[in-house]
C-alpha cells in the first residue's frame, strides 16, 4: 500500500544530542514536508522540499536540518542547538500542482514523538 | 500575517448529536485556500477538505458539512448526527494561493462523541 512511514514511533534523547527522524514515502509525490506539533498547539512548519536536493526553511527551521537526495526520502536531523525539540514531529507529502506547486492536499505519516530527557 | 483560530479547544457530545467546529481566519492575500484535517489518535492528519476563496458555495460529503463565509471569516465544519468514531482531534488550516503546501494551522479542537 502507498503510504508515508516515519521513523521510529518514538525516541528518546539526551540534552546535548543530535537524532535524526526517517520519514519515507512511496507516493511519488515531489513535495516534501515536516512539521512540529505541540500540546494544545496547530501545527508548525520546519522544512519543506519540492523537487530533489531542494528545500526551503519553514516558520520553525532554527535547530533543525534535512536533506532531500532521494525523491522517497526527505530525513530530519533535531540538533542540540533546537532549544526545546520534545514533540511530536509528523512527515507530510503531496503532490505538486500547478507550476510545481502543491495544492495542499497532504498525506501524512504516523509521526514520530520525540522526548528530551 | 496569516493566522487560523479555532476558539473551542474541546467539544463533548452524545452520539447522533450534531456538532459544529468554529474556525476564523485572518489573511491579507485576496487569493487563498482552506482546509480542515481530522487527526485521530493514531496521530496521522487526514485531509477532508480544500476551500478556494473564491468559491463561497457551502459542501456537503455525507455527514459532514462546510460552511465558508468570506465576510466574517470563516469557515465552520459541522457534523450531523455523530458518531464514535468521529472522535479526533479536527485542524482547519489556510495557506496562500500559490503555497499550497505551506499551511497555517489552528490550534485545533478535540472532540470527543459518547456513545
Known amino acids: 500500500d502507498g503510504g508515508i512511514t516515519q521513523s521510529p514511533k518514538y525516541l528518546f534523547r539526551k540534552e546535548g544530542q543530535n537524532v535524526t527522524l526517517s520519514c519515507e514515502q512511496n507516493?511519488?509525490?515531489?513535495?516534501m514536508y515536516w512539521y512540529r506539533q505541540d500540546p494544545g498547539q496547530g501545527l508548525r512548519l520546519i522544512y519543506y522540499?519540492?523537487?530533489?536536493?531542494?528545500?526551503q526553511k519553514g516558520d520553525i527551521a532554527e535547530g533543525y536540518s534535512v536533506s532531500r537526495e532521494k525523491k522517497e526520502s526527505f530525513p530530519l536531523t533535531v540538533t542540540s542547538a533546537q532549544k526545546n525539540p520534545t514533540a511530536f514531529y509528523l512527515c507530510?507529502?503531496?503532490?505538486?500542482?500547478?507550476?510545481?506547486?502543491?495544492?495542499?492536499?497532504?498525506?501524512f505519516g504516523e509521526g514520530s514523538r520525540l522526548t528530551v530527557l | 500575517a496569516q493566522k487560523v483560530t479555532q476558539a473551542q479547544t474541546e467539544i463533548s457530545v452524545v452520539e447522533k448529536e450534531d456538532v459544529t467546529l468554529d474556525c476564523v481566519y485572518e489573511?491579507?492575500?485576496?487569493?487563498?485556500?482552506l482546509f480542515w484535517y481530522k487527526q485521530p489518535p493514531s496521530g496521522e492528519l487526514v485531509f477532508l477538505i480544500r476551500?478556494?476563496?473564491?468559491?463561497?458555495q457551502n459542501e456537503i460529503s455525507g455527514r459532514y458539512s462546510w460552511n465558508f463565509q468570506k465576510s466574517t471569516s470563516s469557515f465552520n465544519f459541522t457534523i450531523t448526527a455523530s458518531q464514535v468514531v468521529d472522535s479526533a482531534v479536527y485542524f482547519c488550516?489556510?495557506?496562500?494561493?500559490?503555497?499550497?503546501?505551506?499551511?497555517?494551522f489552528g490550534q485545533g479542537t478535540e472532540l470527543s462523541v459518547k456513545p
Open positions: 507530510a507529502s503531496s503532490i505538486a500542482g500547478t507550476r510545481g506547486r502543491s495544492t495542499g492536499e497532504l498525506f
Open positions: 507516493l511519488n509525490h515531489d513535495a
Open positions: 522540499s519540492q523537487i530533489v536536493n531542494d528545500f
Open positions: 489573511t491579507r492575500d485576496t487569493t487563498y485556500y
Open positions: 476551500r478556494n476563496s473564491f468559491d463561497e
Open positions: 488550516a489556510l495557506s496562500a494561493y500559490n503555497q499550497g503546501g505551506k499551511l497555517i
